[in-house]
């Protein structure tokens, strides 16, 4: 990715924001279907009802200096279930993206965020091949329709994450065997996408959207360090070497071995594979992750967690654990932006690709006060933070094309609901009531605006 200028922007989903899940001919996704843990916390029926108001959150965004906007666009609302295309859907995101280039901000479409939908996930997901070809047909719609007007893609959302979190909720299986060739065909699946975009839009970039978070070894003990060389190539590079080098990574592919399964590139994905290579790399990043390796008698962690480190576990392998030299925010999560700038420098090494960071924010409890003012200072410095290590990445050669942080306005966490607040722009509903859905500025839009305004 070469733009003419750094892009300053923000990031949001289409389904954690949207809500109208049953208008203009929507489809189910799986996120609409699969059944919640928590019934207490908000779904997304209503979302933050963008679908609604993205004038007013598109003009907010403006008046914060924001100069290009990560969006999603949903699978069902564009295919409809007999495969035909939905025209309500594409004329939405036409209004979408038409408003944004408006505001002179440039739109870039990710094409998969999580929501598979859900005749496909009740023909097999992932797993099953139909749904690469079912992909492939829905993307070149995209492409053909949204092409003159978008120039930067983004492909699948996070599929590192997708092969170790909950695969009810994105479409994957529980089974190991079933798991990892679910994430094969979804890597043959970006493999196509590639394809199509560079075939089907003039001056096109494209670029895979990883969770990219460097694993530390607890210790120098070397059981420690094999253990974080294991859990690298599974959670960062088994993903990356597949889009950016055409490859299985090794250490991922003695990995899958000693499980019993065997992972290689099939002679009739070999072309696809070696010939579609992303332009830059979308990087996800909110922390690292540190794990050990298991001793005998230890078993997974126990208690609250923390999403990068303390859920992994595979025995004999590898086994999370918390950071004592990192801070955690209110939901566990570790803070780390030094992390970020050893992500980003060791991405840059073995990649030499630019990179667009897609994602890093705070998830927090924000209060709207009386005067409609909400002090998020905890996520300024958050983010403050990790602008130094991006900086510092950046003097150290790598080639930082863009910051959206994650997100540009609240919307529904999938596992949290409402109450964890990413956004610049608070939206005034909790997870039992809808209230007025208001927008609110936070104290970090006007700080970003005044970044963004001082660093163009």
């Known amino acids: 990715m070469k733009p003419k200028q750094f892009l300053w922007g923000a990031s949001l989903s289409a389904h954690q924001t949207e809500g109208a899940v049953n208008e203009d001919g929507k489809i189910p996704s799986v996120q609409d279907t699969r059944i919640r843990n928590n019934p207490n916390i908000a779904d997304f029926s209503v979302a933050v009802d963008h679908y609604h108001r993205y004038k007013t959150d598109i003009k907010m965004l403006k008046d914060a200096n924001i100069t290009a906007l990560r969006i999603s ?11 035909s295309i939905n025209q309500l859907g594409l004329t939405h995101y036409d209004h979408v993206i038409d408003e944004l280039i408006n505001a002179g901000i440039t739109p870039i479409v990710t094409t998969y965020h999580f929501d598979l939908p859900d005749y496909l996930q009740q023909s097999g997901g992932w797993k099953n091949r139909d749904t690469v070809t079912a992909y492939y047909a829905y993307v070149k719609v995209l492409f053909e329709h949204f092409g003159d007007r978008v120039k930067q893609w983004l492909t699948i959302n996070e599929p590192n994450i997708m092969l170790l979190a909950d695969q009810k909720i994105v479409g994957f299986h529980d089974d190991a065997v079933d798991r990892y060739q679910s994430f094969y065909n979804l890597m043959i699946a970006e493999k ?8 089907l839009v003039s ?6 959207v990883p969770n990219i978070s460097y694993v530390y070894p607890r210790s120098s003990k070397p059981e420690d360090i094999r253990a974080a060389m294991e859990f690298n190539s599974i959670r960062n590079w088994a993903y990356l070497d597949f889009s950016i080098k055409g490859r299985i990574n090794p250490i991922f592919k003695a990995h899958l071995h ?17 010939n579609n290579v992303p332009d830059f790399i979308g990087l996800n990043y909110y922390t690292s992750a540190t794990v050990c390796f298991p001793d005998e008698n230890e078993a997974r962690s126990a208690g609250v967690s923390d999403q990068q480190s303390e859920d992994v576990y595979e025995p004999k392998h590898y ?4 950071n004592p030299y990192l801070r955690k925010n209110q939901f566990n999560w570790t803070i780390d932006p030094l992390g970020l700038q050893t992500t980003l420098e060791i991405t840059n090494d073995r990649y030499e690709t630019p990179i667009l960071i897609t994602e890093n924010g705070l998830g927090a409890y924000d209060e709207l006060t009386d005067s409609y003012e909400i002090h998020d200072q905890y996520r300024i410095d958050y983010l403050e933070q990790h ?27 999938v596992h949290e ?7 610049f722009i608070y939206v005034d509903r909790s997870d039992s ?22 660093r163009s």
């Not at 666009?73 to 495969?83: C, E, F, L, V």
């Not at 196509?192 to 075939?199: N, R, S």
């Not at 001056?203 to 895979?208: D, L, Q, S, T, Y």
């Not at 009531?433 to 001082?454: M, T, V």
């Open 73 to 83: 666009i949903a699978w069902t609302r564009i295919i409809n279930r007999d495969g």
């Open 192 to 199: 196509f996408a590639i394809k199509a975009c560079h075939q």
């Open 203 to 208: 001056n096109a970039e494209i670029g895979p």
């Open 258 to 274: 000693s499980l019993g399964i065997e992972m290689f590139i099939q002679p009739e994905d070999r072309e696809l594979v070696a």
């Open 319 to 322: 086994k999370g654990i918390t």
């Open 387 to 413: 602008l130094t290590a991006i900086d510092s990445a950046s003097e150290n050669g790598v080639q930082v094309v863009g910051y959206l942080p994650w997100s540009a306005i609240d919307l529904i966490s």
């Open 417 to 423: 609901g409402i109450k964890k607040r990413y956004g």
């Open 433 to 454: 009531q809808l209230k007025d859905l208001k927008r609110y500025p936070k104290d970090s839009y006007y700080w970003f605006k005044r970044i963004i305004g001082e």
